[in-house]
């Protein structure tokens, strides 16, 4: 699986992005997901994750209430709506890919595209 993340780029606080993810190679519907991110001098996160069939779905505490995931199998994507953005949400955000749902380290994930920078400013 190929995974080209987009959406990224500068705003202010409390303020949106939507990110993107789009998928190509197999059947994306196969596969769970997740939205990363990193920050300058700190480990990958998990932001939040969604099943194949999204029934279930997981967020980080940080971001609870303010990001939605969500996916479009017959589109081959999934998406981040991120809303009231703060300036601690800056970092570069990763989609990934995995076969079960469940996992939130990133070195349990098998697929990785190439991330998009979120800039929030204050």
């Known amino acids: 699986v190929q995974l080209q993340a987009s959406g990224g780029g500068l705003v202010q606080a409390g303020g949106s992005l939507r990110l993107s993810c789009a998928a190509s190679?197999?059947?994306?519907?196969?596969?769970?997901a997740g939205w990363f991110r990193q920050a300058p001098g700190k480990e990958r996160e998990i932001v939040a994750a969604?099943?194949?069939?999204?029934?279930?779905?997981y967020y980080e505490d940080s971001v609870k209430g303010r990001f939605t995931i969500s996916r479009d199998n017959a589109k081959n994507a999934i998406y981040l709506q991120m809303n009231s953005l703060k300036p601690e949400d800056t970092a570069v955000y990763y989609c990934?890919?995995?076969?079960?749902?469940?996992?939130?380290?990133?070195?349990?994930?098998?697929?990785w595209g190439q991330g998009t920078q979120v800039t929030v400013s204050s």
């Open positions: 190679g197999r059947p994306f519907s196969s596969y769970a």
């Open positions: 990934a890919a995995v076969i079960w749902y469940g996992k939130n380290w990133p070195q349990e994930y098998d697929f």
């Open positions: 969604i099943s194949w069939s999204d029934r279930n779905i």
